[in-house]
């Protein structure tokens, strides 16, 4: 079947795939494992840090006395290549969530990625920038060939009645958003649970809080690191303060807890990580800084 997206796409094709080759003729070559922009989120400090002082604020550089300011938290979707596969960690906004977000078909043509070429998407998580970038504005996937790999608890979460219970009236949309791409890769996803190997060399891990069956992964072998998603969401704040109730974790205790865990690994082992909302593409790693932690991002 063609569909109606090809049938646009198509007319652009040619001039496309030539640009395309020069840009892969003249690239040195590419890295394992890079990030890609989704563009950037903007998002209030009252609702990112709704129990923060003053103090609080101050101790993490954010001289918003008034609690009134906002964030411009950037999106990096990481792409992985290996072993014949191009695997995405999670999938961007689409253009239906804010405007300022929705980039990442951009950069994969920027990129001289081939949508169809995407082998495997894996979901950190199951809110609006991470997958309603799935569908793109017909309603089709974007991504025709993959396969989708989401955590069994994440899955279940979103298609429960607790998920509209937990969440105030202004997020349901992100419950009607998740079953609606649900439904969409629902004869594509495998669901996994933590510690399986989701494909070959990348396991996956437990990294509840910020959503019920939110997963962080290692990618294991040449370039190894972790995929942290949204469990490490902001520097300075995750790393000066991770015990501070972050407002976009669903669960702030256990976001807290989680975060601390993730960072207390990630500086014992020098392992390098990618933040999905970490700036300067999100790469980078964590170092101990007195009884705190400081995030170095790669050049
Ligand atoms: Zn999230």
């Given at each position: 079947m063609i569909?109606?997206?090809e ?22 070559a ?7 922009s ?22 993490v ?20 290549r ?33 949508l ?11 809110h609006p ?6 569908l ?22 979103w ?14 949309s ?8 649900f439904a969409?890769i629902e ?12 494909l ?15 997963t ?7 370039e190894a690191?972790?995929i ?15 015990d ?17 865990a993730?960072?207390d690994?990630l500086?014992g082992d ?30």
């Open positions: 569909t109606r997206r049938v646009i796409l198509g007319a652009a094709a040619c001039g496309a795939a030539s640009l395309a080759t020069t840009r892969r003729t003249q690239a040195a590419p890295s394992l494992l890079e990030t890609l989704d563009g950037h989120l903007v998002l209030p400090v009252a609702f990112l840090l709704p129990k923060a002082t003053p103090d609080d604020l101050r101790a550089g954010l001289e918003l006395e008034t609690n009134t300011g906002s964030l411009a938290p950037d999106c990096n979707v990481t792409l992985h290996s072993d014949g596969r191009l695997v995405l960690f999670d999938a961007g906004s689409g253009s239906n969530f804010l405007p300022t977000a929705g980039k990442l078909p951009d950069s994969l043509a920027a990129a001289g990625i081939d169809a070429d995407v082998t495997d998407v894996v979901f950190t998580h199951a920038d991470h997958i309603w970038g799935v793109d504005d017909f309603d089709e996937l974007l991504f025709p060939q993959a396969r989708y790999h989401i955590s069994e608890a994440e899955w279940e979460y298609i429960s009645e607790a998920a509209l219970s937990d969440l105030p009236e202004e997020r349901h992100f419950v009607a958003g998740a079953r609606k791409r969409a004869e594509r996803v495998v669901r996994f649970r933590s510690g399986d190997e989701v070959p060399g990348i396991e996956a891990v437990s990294a509840a809080g910020h959503t019920p069956g939110h962080a992964f290692v990618v294991h072998g040449e690191a972790m942290v998603g949204d469990a490490i969401s902001n520097d300075p704040v995750s790393f000066v303060r991770p501070l109730h972050w407002g976009a974790d669903q669960d702030p205790d256990k976001g807290a807890a989680t975060r601390g993730l960072l690994r500086a020098r392992l390098r990580f990618v933040g999905f909302h970490l700036p300067a593409g999100g790469i980078g790693r964590v170092e101990r800084s007195a009884n705190t932690y400081r995030f170095v991002a790669e050049a």
